[in-house]
């Protein structure tokens, strides 16, 4: 049986005695402005009608004020017995508590000390919190609790509100953004027959209808490109993806993905596309284009630089991945240079492709602090992307790293059917072998290229990334509603 605190008891009591004069949980409140929006109105500007939860309360004799609250903004109400009634004013100060919904009504003024208010000639009681809120000058401080709980800390906290809106609205933009170019939203399955569209381990679940084992999405790519075949041009989708993966302050197993291929473009159009896509949307979303993150401030309109996959590792490492040019020699020169790899995957098994991309995560990208597109990844490292047609060890393929985050990949895509069957057929060997994140065999993708595909060029957006890095939080799951956490009893 559950147990309750002494104010949660009180509660209750005040919930029996509230139904007593109506009812404490009601259908509906008609609102004529957001709380945001009341507080910019004028004086005397009557018959405004707003809601929100109660976050502060100061009952006096027969004046009172409260703060109510919602995700955009606050705004404060007065409670006057002389405009309410007495048996109203009452109600209030014996059962009204912080954490409560009220509707008020009323006139619009601003007090003495300058802050707008509602000075309220009716109010609803909306519906009672059985549980406290935090003290109001603790906050929600806790990592934990504020991921467990996050209501309790877009309650609280103003930084978390700020946060969350501008990520949306940065979705927004961005949406805005590629629907003014002309590119279509579509929507791809999220259970598949096969893990592909990344190199990346899969979650298995079983179909009991269909009597299958399925594999939730890792990347909605293919399925963009079976598209593509279908005749759209410019597609984009919005894609919950899921890793089964380790977890760390920049990686989780459930994320979301943004994605987008054009057709008859290649990846260096795509390269001055989101360039052009991410400065557009940063200047709407902060107001300018210089951003701080942590203690530095990046500049977004200067022009990116470009850089090659081979530079940065000689830079950073002096490795030459054209003198070792396959995974015996480069794992044989790291090893002699001591330099330990932050991976939970076996160095012996995985691909001399995915063995490059950690060298490179440990020693290169930390660094890499302005915006960058590293190009030229060799071949190994990315099985559904164009080789280059000069040196066909290579990939038109592109990263766009800032402040040593991964933001963008983006391709010019494979559409010759024979040789994306070759390369994935590699690919399943070392799925065979045991690296868990080379991708399978999918026959029914390279079917749909067989019907034929234009020239296409593709990228992806990890959202809560870029949020992550723009906003410099610490942690990813910072950026994400309701992350998924062990539960408190395992």
Not at 53 to 82: A, C, P
Not at 297 to 305: A, L
């Given at each position: 049986?559950?147990?309750?605190?002494?104010?949660?008891?009180?509660?209750?009591?005040?919930?029996?005695?509230?139904?007593?004069?109506?009812?404490?949980?009601?259908?509906?409140?008609?609102?004529?402005?957001?709380?945001?929006?009341?507080?910019?109105?004028?004086?005397?500007?009557?018959?405004?009608?707003?809601?929100?939860?109660?976050?502060?309360?100061?009952?006096?004799?027969?004046?009172?004020?409260?703060?109510?609250?919602?995700?955009?903004?606050?705004?404060?109400?007065?409670?006057?017995?002389?405009l309410v009634g007495e048996e109203k004013y009452n109600f209030f100060k014996t059962l009204v508590d912080v954490g409560d919904f009220i509707g008020a009504s009323g006139e619009i003024f601003t007090t003495h000390t300058g802050e707008k208010t509602l000075r309220a000639d009716s109010f609803e009681f909306l519906g009672k919190a059985l549980k406290p809120l935090p003290e109001k000058f603790h906050g929600v401080t806790d990592p934990e609790l504020c991921y467990r709980n996050r209501y309790l800390d877009l309650i609280m906290n103003e930084d978390t509100r700020k946060r969350f809106l501008l990520k949306y609205k940065f979705i927004k933009e961005v949406r805005r953004y590629l629907e003014d170019l002309g590119y279509i939203e579509i929507e791809t399955p999220v259970l598949s027959n096969k893990a592909s569209g990344a190199l990346a381990k899969p979650f298995i679940a079983h179909h009991n209808a269909l009597d299958i084992d399925v594999y939730l999405r890792i990347a909605p790519e293919t399925y963009l490109k079976r598209a593509i075949v279908g005749g759209f041009t410019k597609v984009f989708e919005f894609a919950r993806c899921f890793r089964n993966e380790g977890i760390d302050s920049t990686h989780l197993q459930d994320f979301t993905m943004l994605e987008g291929y054009g057709a008859y473009l290649n990846y260096k159009d795509n390269m001055k596309l989101?360039?052009?896509?991410?400065?557009?949307?940063?200047?709407?979303?902060?107001?300018?284009?210089?951003?701080?993150?942590?203690?530095?401030?990046?500049?977004?309109?200067?022009?990116?630089?470009?850089?090659?996959?081979?530079?940065?590792?000689?830079?950073?490492?002096?490795?030459?991945?054209?003198?070792?040019?396959?995974?015996?020699?480069?794992?044989?020169?790291?090893?002699?240079?001591?330099?330990?790899?932050?991976?939970?995957?076996?160095?012996?098994?995985?691909?001399?492709?995915?063995?490059?991309?950690?060298?490179?995560?440990?020693v290169a990208r930390p660094y890499m602090i302005e915006p960058v597109f590293l190009t030229e990844h060799p071949i190994s490292l990315s099985p559904l992307a164009r080789a280059n047609d000069d040196n066909k060890e290579l990939t038109d393929r592109f990263q766009l790293v800032i402040n040593g985050a991964e933001i963008i990949n983006g391709y010019s895509e494979l559409v010759e059917p024979a040789e994306q069957q070759k390369r994935l057929e590699e690919q399943a060997k070392l799925n065979a072998g045991g690296d868990e994140e080379a991708m399978m065999m999918d026959m029914d993708y390279i079917e749909a290229m067989e019907v034929g595909m234009p020239p296409i060029s593709g990228w992806g957006i990890g959202i809560d990334r870029v949020i992550q890095v723009l906003t410099d939080t610490p942690n990813i799951k910072d950026n994400v509603l309701f992350p998924l956490m062990r539960p408190e009893d395992k």
């Open positions: 049986m559950r147990e309750f605190s002494e104010q949660e008891i009180v509660r209750r009591e005040k919930l029996k005695e509230i139904e007593k004069y109506c009812n404490p949980y009601p259908e509906r409140y008609e609102i004529t402005h957001s709380l945001k929006e009341a507080s910019a109105l004028a004086d005397e500007t009557k018959d405004v009608r707003v809601a929100g939860r109660i976050v502060f309360m100061r009952k006096m004799g027969k004046l009172s004020f409260i703060r109510l609250r919602d995700i955009e903004g606050d705004l404060q109400v007065s409670i006057k017995i002389d989101m360039e052009d896509m991410l400065k557009t949307v940063i200047k709407k979303v902060f107001g300018s284009l210089e951003v701080k993150i942590g203690d530095k401030v990046i500049d977004f309109s200067k022009k990116w630089e470009t850089v090659t996959f081979r530079a940065v590792l000689l830079k950073y490492v002096d490795i030459d991945i054209m003198e070792f040019d396959n995974k015996e020699k480069l794992l044989n020169e790291i090893n002699r240079r001591g330099i330990v790899l932050d991976t939970d995957a076996d160095l012996n098994t995985i691909g001399y492709g995915n063995l490059i991309d950690v060298l490179y995560k440990k």
